[in-house]
């Protein structure tokens, strides 16, 4: 067997490539790859045009691997057109037949476009933790509804689960997504699984080397959150490694600590190590936030505000990790005061939709451990009516959709047994002959674990073996509106119409969740066992209105 090192030697045969929006995306692209070694002259062609890229190596702080990635940025396009690329060095194996793809640009203007999203790929070798066939199903889901981009909510490839091969599980998810990242740009976040022992201040470096992302002109920064815009939407992508309470990044379990190789120079990383890092951009990313929500509000060509992150403010899941308080305080009442119309997320390996959301209640959760009241400042539904039209202009919809490939399915949802509640989404109606069988249906309310102070690795039963809590209050989750129990993957499709059509004087954007139905390994509902499946059908559709800002 040879050995992977001296095999890549010298070898810059292009793989993981991928596409992301240039500063403006009506103008321009930025083609990124990486190479088993280095490349010499690593450069993009387009029409005449020849662009070279620009490097960005790294070693692994853990396996001491070197990792080549390139950059180059294709800027000075028509809006709305077609493209047609390749990507070559003088050392491509495939030199005399470099690898070629096509993209579109964005419109320019009010126009209609489509996009998809889902969080929590993974990648479809299953030597990875957390990775499953259904990634590949779920990248070629994208490719089957041509979106015009997609958005990939964080938690890319779990790499960090895998902390002696980190670079090997990036590889295979980037040459896993390059079947549809190629042809269409893939915008990321980042989530708690790209926080890395080793690699940079916050863990981010194999994700920051290998995307070239926005500029968000805040000195230090750079790459962890951004916004653009495509035609009436505003897209805003954040961080929210930088405000949850919830501890989920790089740890040692132990017993034993991590040794990272000797060539690294890095010490072990001791049993109930995490790497934590909360605040770390010391309100930057919030300030940022502000200012960015406060000028797309102001501008009467922005329609919509779209959030994308991976931690979640509304999420009910039962075994995965539930609602954070850090979001609710320092970026939910922006969204309110700057009216962001849907906040897409990952990171809870399912489907849930929330009503719109506007405000809080106050005081209505309890400490799990204790039923002590604590405020989880839930969020307030301005309706709990289900009929498929949003206005969200009086509130803000949350998407959870972890539901890309990773094999670990959570659609497994809370509800509380416990509580004298009678309804879901609260009070029950005064009015008790609107029942005329006599008692109202009796359904136990949904309920939300929510995480409202940090779950810091604390030590076990088991000598020197370290874990961390689940969340540490619940509440009534009467902002949930859909939760998909019969699956943990999916997809969503977004249509974005600009003209009014059903809905005078309003834009509107159409909603569809497909899901595939059978793919998880076990459904924790029926304890079916499944299996990876092509198959992606409609779960839900809805619409979300608002009236045209100009
Ligand atoms: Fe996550």
Redesign the pocket.
Known sequence: MTRKGRAAAGDGTPEQIHLTWGENPSAGVVVSWASPGPAIRPRVRIGQRVIPAELRQYTDGINGETVWAYHAPVGGLRPGATYAYTVTADNDSNAADPFSATFRTAPAGRKAFRFTSFG?LATPNTAWVLSYGQSAYAVDAVESFQPLFHLLN??LCYADLNPTTQPEVWRDFGNNNQTSAANRPWMPCL???EVEFGNGPQGFTSYLSRYTLPDNDVPGFGGRWYSFRIGSVLFVSLDADDVVYQD?GAFVAGPAALTPAASTGNPPIEAGTSLYVRGYSGGAQTAWLQRTLAAGRGDPSVDWIIVQM??CACSSSATG?GSDLGIRQQWLPLFDQYEVDLVLN??DHDYERSFPVRGADTDVGHETATRAVVNTLRPHPVTTTDNGVFDTSTGTVHLILGCGGTDANLDDYGIDTADGSLFPWGRPPRTPQLFPGGSPPRTPPRQAKVFTRADRPALTSTPDVYARAAADAVEDAIWSARRDTSTGYGIAVFDVNPDPGDFPGQTSISVTQYHAVGADPVNPATGDKGAPTPDYTEFETFTLVRPRSS
Request: proline residues 0%.
């Open positions: 929590d964080g938690d989530g708690n699984h989920a991976h931690q990790n990952g990171h």
